[in-house]
């Protein structure tokens, strides 16, 4: 498959460990994220082209999308937030902010990428969260933002079928940069892992397995699916 993957969030815990998997396996690549220090980095490591720029700005995004070639095999918007609090505290800001990072922006991201994704017959890959589908306390930010992602995803499922495939992956917490501060704590990450039949975190390859697959030929029969990555945390709860 000759067509690029673009991935946004490209050296964040997942997007890196995504990035590294795809080009294992022989896929050609564009890397986007904020910091160009870290992304050219990554982009030297891997082989792969790289564009530097803020996802919530329309015109950034139209510069990396136009980067990337005019056929895309894929995008991964693998940006988000991790935005706790109780709900007396929290801001219309913070709202108003978290969702212009995780929905608006991956909905802009796609609708510039659209005539390059319908072009390479490309996948997408949208990132969610287990707090979207289960109640968590001190959530209502993140739950509410991520549960967007998923409408977001089965709607661009439906719109866009059959030339592009949508599909979400909702994480629970995992081992990644953006959850330093609830993995910091040994004692608090093994309370969380113990929450989890499987009786540990999430890990940056869990997602990257599986967001690999959506985006390859064993994945060209699904989309409009929220698929949780989650240690079965979502489902078994006995």
Known sequence: MHEPVLIFGATGGIGSALARR???AGRTLHLSAR?????EALARELGAEATAGDVRDPVELERIVAAAGGALGGLVFAVGSIDLGPLRRLTLAQFADAFALNV???AMAVKAALPALTAGQGAVVLFSSVAAGGGFRNHAVT???KAAVEGLARSL??????RVRVNCLAPTLTRTPLAAAFIGNPQLAEGIARQHPLARLGEPEDLAGVAAMLLGPEGRYLTGQVIHVDGGRSTILG
């Not at 499922?157 to 059959?162: N, V």
Request: no cysteine; glycine share 4%.
């Open 22 to 24: 795809l080009a294992a």
């Open 104 to 106: 608006t922006a991956a």
């Open 35 to 39: 910091d160009p220090r870290r992304l």
């Open 157 to 162: 499922a439906a719109e866009l079928a059959p």
């Open 143 to 145: 739950g509410s933002v």
